[in-house]
C-alpha cells in the first residue's frame, strides 16, 4: 500500500492533505476535530499582530455558486483575518501541537510591513512549537485596504523584502502564500525565491463578486444593502490555481520551489492533479467547508488506490506532469484526432448535435432515427462534442495513424512540426 | 376493520368515515419548489427533443423545464399553455410514460425519466389562481358553435375566443369539463380541480357555455349550421358497449364510466355503495379507475378481467400497475361468457382465450369468479351522430385539422376518427380545428 507520508519542506505529515489557512482552522476546537478527522496538517488560520483584534461583519460572510441541485461550485468570503486575540490563539496553537506532534501545524501571519512587527510575532510563533510559517500576501479584502494581505502580495518588492525579515528572525519553515489577483504569477513566486522562502503555497482567492440579489440590487453577500468584492474559491477556481502552479513550476527562475497547491481541492483526484503539476502537497478548504471534516477519508483512501494501481510512490507523482506542460507554438500541428460516437452508448439527445451544428464546424449529422454521426470531412477535433455529451466515453478522441489521411485537409499524416516552423509563420526560420 | 367491510352485497359505508380521505387524497403529490429543481436538474435540454415529438401537443418540454431550473415557473406554465390550455389537467392524468417520459433520452441512459407530468403541474398549479395570462384578439364578428366541453371542445373555445371569435358551448351535462370532471378518478384531480381548470380556461372572455343542451335534443346540427358561422363537435363518447353475456341484465351490474361519474360527483364518499367482490371487465384507463376505485370504496376483492393478453391492454403499464399495487388482482385472457344469480349478479363465468389467425377464440376452460358487483368497461361508442356526417369505423370521419364531411362542421376528441382517445390528444385536435377554423372564417383557409 502506497506511503502517503508528506516531507514538506522539512514539515513532516501523515498524508499531505493540509487544511487551509480560512474559517476551518480559526480555533482549537476546529482543528482538534480535523486532526481527529484525519488531516496530515492544518494552516492555522491568519494571525494579527499584538493588540485589539480585527472586527468582522456580523451579516453574511459568504456568497456562493450553485451548479446542479445545489451543489457548491464556488464560495466567496468577506471574512477576515482571526478576530480573536493574538494570546488565545497562541495558547491554543501550543495546547493543539502539544497533543498532535505528528502533524503539521503551520501557522498563517499577516502584520503591518514593518520589521518590528514580524520580528516580534515571529519570536512567538517559535515559542508554540509549530512547524513553520505561512505569509498571507493573499487576502484580496479588507485587510489589503489596510497595507497588508493581497497589498503585499501584488508587489514583489514587498514580498522579496518580509520575506527576507522572516528568514531573518526565525529558523522556522516559510511558505509564502501567493494572490492570483495578479497578471504574472511568476513575479511573486520569484521575489519570496529571491526573500528565501522555502515554499510558495497557490493560489489565495480571487476577486469575485459571485451574485447580485436582483431585487436589492447589490451585490451578495449584502450588508445592509451593500457589498464588497470577496475573495472566491472552490471547484470553480481549480482551473485557474492549475495554471499559476504550473507556470511557477516550469519556469526557469522558480523550478524547484516547493509549492503547496490550493484552489479547489475537492476529491482525491484534485489533489493528485494539483500534484502531478509539481505541488508537494495541497491544501483544502472549500470542501471541507460544503461537507465536513470527514472529506479527507476520500482524499486519503482514493490517492493511495490511485498510486498503488499505477505502482507509483507518492514522490513519483509530485511533478510528473510538469515536463509534458508546454507553450501553445510547441504543440504538434500534425497530431490529428476525429471524434467516434458510440452508437451504443448514444442516447440520442443531440447535444453534440447542437453544439457542433450552432457553434463550432457543422461536423456532425442528424439521421432518421436520431442516429448522430460524424463527418471526418468536417471535423476539426475540437472535442467540443465529447465537452457536453452527457454519457462518459459515448463519444472519443480518435488519433489517426501517422500516413492516415486526415479526410478534412486531405493530407497524410505527417511527423511532429509546430508552428515555430509552419510555413503561414512568417517568423518560422528554423526550417531554412 | 368494520364489520361494513364483510357485508355481501353492494353496501355504503364499508370504510370508517377517516379512512375516505386518506383513500383519495392526491395519488401523485405535487413537488415543492425544492424538488421541482432537482427533477428539473436532470433535463439534458436535447436537440429537437424526442419528448416534444412524442407529446400529441408538441409542448417545448426543455424550454419549460429550463424556466422551472431558473426559477421562472409562470414562464414555464406560458410555454405549455401555448400549446396546450388544459396542460394542467393533461399533467395529471397524461399516460406519460408511453408519451414524453417514454421518449426522454434518460430512459435509454438509466431507465428513469425526467418527470415532466409532475414538472408540468408544478409550473401549471402556480398559475390556476392567477389572472387568465392571454388577451383575445381582435373582435371577427364570427361566432362559433361547440357541440361538449370536455378538453377538446375546451381547447377550442379557448383558441377561437383567443382569436376573437364568439363562441357558444353546448354541454348536454350539467358542468362542464367532460371526462375531465365525470371520467377520471377521483384520486388524479383531487380539491376540485377540474371545475378551477375549465373555470379559469372560461375567463379569457368571450365564451358562453350553455350546459343541459344535448345534441339531437335541446339542439340540432341544422339550427347549429343555420346561427352560427362554424361548428365544431366534441361531444366525446355517449354510447357503452355492452358485454353480450348470458344474464348481462341481471342487477348490480353497472357501466364503470357511470359509476366514476356518480363516485367524482358524490359529496360524501361514504354514501357509495359498493361490492364486497367486484369484477370489472375490461382492459382500459376506465376499468382501471373504476376497479382501483372499488378497493379504495372499501371492496374486499377487485379483479379486473381482460379478453387479450396484459400487453393489449389500453391501460399504461404506470396505470397497470397501480392497480395491482392498490390490491386489484389482473386476469388476463378471459372473455365472459354468462352472469349467474337470482335478482343480482352473484358469480361471472369467463372461459380463457386465444389468440387465433381468424381473431380472438373463445377454449372449452372455464372459471367462475364471485362477484356482488360487475362494471363493464369494454369501451364507449358514438351515440347520437346527426345522420348528415359520414361516419368511419363508428366515428365522425374527418380529414385534415378535424374537418368532418359536411362543410363548415369540424369534429375533434373521441368523438371523431384520428388519435387515440386521450385528453391530451383532445387538446391537440381541438386546438388545431380552431386553427383551422379561423383560417376558413378569415377567408384563408
Not at chain 1, 257 to 273: M, N
Not at chain 1, 367 to 377: D, L, M, S, T, Y
Not at chain 1, 404 to 431: C, I, Q, S
Amino acid at each position: 500500500m502506497a506511503d502517503l507520508r508528506a516531507d514538506f519542506v522539512g514539515i513532516k505529515s501523515p498524508n499531505p492533505f493540509w487544511l487551509a489557512s480560512a474559517p476551518p482552522t480559526d480555533k482549537e476546537y476546529n482543528v482538534r476535530r480535523a486532526f481527529q478527522a484525519g488531516w496530515g496538517g492544518v494552516v492555522w488560520k491568519t494571525l494579527g499582530a499584538e493588540g485589539p483584534p480585527v472586527v468582522n461583519v456580523n451579516g453574511p460572510r459568504y456568497g456562493v455558486v450553485y451548479g446542479a441541485d445545489r451543489r457548491v461550485l464556488g464560495i466567496n468570503n468577506i471574512e477576515l483575518i482571526t478576530d480573536r486575540p493574538l494570546e488565545v490563539n497562541l495558547r491554543e496553537i501550543k495546547s493543539v501541537k502539544r497533543d498532535y506532534p505528528d502533524r503539521a501545524l503551520i501557522i498563517s501571519l499577516m502584520v503591518p510591513c514593518d520589521e518590528d512587527s514580524w520580528r516580534t510575532i515571529l519570536k512567538q510563533i517559535e515559542d508554540t512549537g509549530a512547524d513553520g510559517v505561512e505569509l498571507n500576501f493573499g487576502c484580496p479584502h479588507g485587510m489589503s485596504e489596510r497595507g497588508m494581505g493581497s497589498a503585499v502580495g501584488q508587489v514583489p518588492e514587498y514580498i522579496e523584502m518580509v520575506t527576507r525579515w522572516v528568514k531573518q528572525y526565525s529558523r522556522m519553515p516559510c511558505i509564502v502564500k501567493l494572490t492570483p489577483n495578479v497578471t504574472d504569477v511568476r513575479k511573486p513566486a520569484e521575489a519570496a525565491k529571491r526573500g528565501g522562502a522555502d515554499a510558495v503555497s497557490l493560489i489565495n482567492t480571487i476577486n469575485s463578486i459571485t451574485s447580485v440579489d436582483l431585487d436589492l440590487f447589490a451585490p451578495q453577500p449584502t450588508i445592509d444593502g451593500k457589498g464588497a468584492h470577496g475573495g472566491y474559491c472552490g471547484p470553480a477556481v481549480k482551473p485557474i490555481a492549475l495554471n499559476m502552479v504550473a507556470e511557477i513550476a516550469r519556469s526557469a527562475e522558480t523550478r524547484g520551489l516547493p509549492i503547496s497547491g490550493i484552489g479547489g481541492v475537492t476529491t482525491w483526484r484534485d489533489a493528485a492533479e494539483f500534484m502531478a503539476l509539481g505541488a508537494g502537497n495541497v491544501q483544502v478548504c472549500t470542501a471541507a467547508m460544503t461537507y465536513g471534516f470527514k472529506v479527507v477519508q476520500e482524499m486519503i483512501s482514493g490517492l493511495r488506490d490511485y498510486l498503488d494501481s499505477h505502482q507509483m510512490q507518492l514522490s513519483d507523482l509530485i511533478g510528473r506532469a510538469v515536463p509534458n506542460v508546454t507553450d501553445w507554438n510547441q504543440l504538434n500541428l500534425n497530431y490529428v484526432t476525429k471524434a467516434v460516437i458510440d452508437q451504443d452508448a448514444c442516447i440520442k439527445c443531440g447535444r453534440c448535435y447542437a453544439a457542433c451544428e450552432d457553434t463550432s464546424h457543422q461536423a456532425i449529422a442528424m439521421k432518421p432515427g436520431r442516429v448522430f454521426e460524424v463527418i471526418e470531412e468536417e471535423c476539426v477535433a475540437c472535442n467540443l462534442c465529447l465537452d457536453v455529451c452527457p454519457i462518459e466515453d459515448c463519444i472519443t478522441m480518435r488519433e489517426l495513424a501517422p500516413g492516415e489521411t486526415d479526410k478534412r485537409t486531405g493530407l497524410p499524416r505527417g511527423g511532429y512540426a509546430n508552428w515555430t516552423t509552419h510555413p503561414n509563420n512568417p517568423l518560422a526560420r528554423a526550417a531554412e | 376493520m368494520t364489520q361494513a367491510k364483510l357485508t355481501p352485497g353492494v353496501v355504503p359505508g364499508r370504510l370508517m368515515q377517516a379512512d375516505y380521505a386518506v383513500n383519495f387524497a392526491d395519488v401523485a403529490p405535487p413537488l415543492d419548489r425544492h424538488a421541482a429543481q432537482v427533477a428539473a436538474d436532470r433535463c439534458y435540454f436535447c436537440h429537437d427533443a424526442p419528448c416534444i415529438t412524442a407529446c400529441p401537443t408538441g409542448i417545448d418540454i426543455p424550454l419549460f423545464i429550463r424556466q422551472i431550473s431558473t426559477g421562472t415557473p409562470d414562464a414555464a406554465a406560458l410555454t405549455i399553455f401555448h400549446q396546450n390550455i388544459l396542460g394542467g389537467m393533461c399533467a395529471r392524468v397524461c399516460p406519460t410514460e408511453n408519451l414524453c417520459e417514454g421518449a426522454c433520452v434518460r430512459m435509454e441512459a438509466e431507465g428513469q425519466p425526467v418527470e415532466i407530468g409532475a414538472l408540468q403541474r408544478y409550473a401549471t398549479d402556480g398559475m390556476i389562481d392567477a389572472p387568465h395570462p392571454f388577451l383575445r384578439g381582435a373582435p371577427t364578428g364570427k361566432r362559433v358553435a361547440v357541440v361538449g366541453a370536455g378538453p377538446a371542445g375546451l381547447a377550442a373555445a379557448h383558441r377561437l375566443a383567443a382569436k376573437g371569435h364568439e363562441v357558444v358551448i353546448f354541454e348536454a351535462r350539467e358542468k362542464a369539463g367532460g371526462l375531465n370532471e365525470y371520467g377520471i378518478a377521483s384520486y388524479k384531480t383531487v380539491d376540485g380541480f377540474a371545475q378551477a381548470e375549465v373555470d379559469w380556461l372560461l375567463s379569457i372572455g368571450g365564451i358562453q357555455l350553455r350546459t343541459g343542451q344535448c345534441l339531437g335534443q335541446q339542439i340540432t346540427l341544422d339550427q347549429l349550421r343555420a346561427d352560427f358561422d362554424a361548428v365544431f363537435l366534441a361531444m366525446g363518447l355517449g354510447g357503452v358497449n355492452a358485454l353480450r353475456a348470458d344474464g348481462e341484465d341481471r342487477d348490480n351490474i353497472r357501466d364503470a364510466v357511470d359509476f366514476i361519474r356518480d363516485l367524482r360527483q358524490a359529496e360524501d364518499l361514504a354514501a357509495l355503495p359498493i361490492g364486497r367482490d367486484v369484477v370489472v371487465i375490461g382492459g382500459g384507463m376506465t376499468a382501471v379507475d373504476a376497479a382501483v376505485q372499488a378497493r379504495l370504496l372499501g371492496a374486499e376483492t377487485v379483479t379486473i378481467v381482460y379478453r387479450r393478453g396484459q400487453d393489449r391492454m389500453a391501460a399504461s403499464r404506470h396505470e397497470q400497475e397501480h392497480a395491482t399495487s392498490s390490491g386489484v388482482r389482473i386476469i388476463c385472457n378471459a372473455a365472459p361468457v354468462a352472469v349467474h344469480g337470482n335478482d343480482a349478479v352473484a358469480e361471472v363465468e369467463f372461459c380463457y382465450t386465444q389468440d387465433g389467425p381468424g381473431g380472438l377464440v373463445q377454449t372449452e376452460n372455464r372459471f367462475r369468479l364471485k362477484a356482488d358487483q360487475l362494471f363493464r368497461a369494454i369501451g364507449q361508442r358514438l351515440e347520437g351522430a346527426p345522420q348528415a356526417l359520414a361516419l368511419e369505423d363508428g366515428k365522425i370521419a374527418v380529414t385534415g385539422a378535424g374537418r368532418s364531411s359536411v362543410p363548415g362542421v369540424w369534429a375533434g376528441g373521441d368523438c371523431a376518427t384520428g388519435g387515440d382517445d386521450l385528453t391530451v390528444t383532445a387538446v391537440a385536435e381541438g386546438r388545431d380545428a380552431a386553427e383551422d377554423i379561423d383560417e376558413v372564417l378569415r377567408g384563408d383557409g
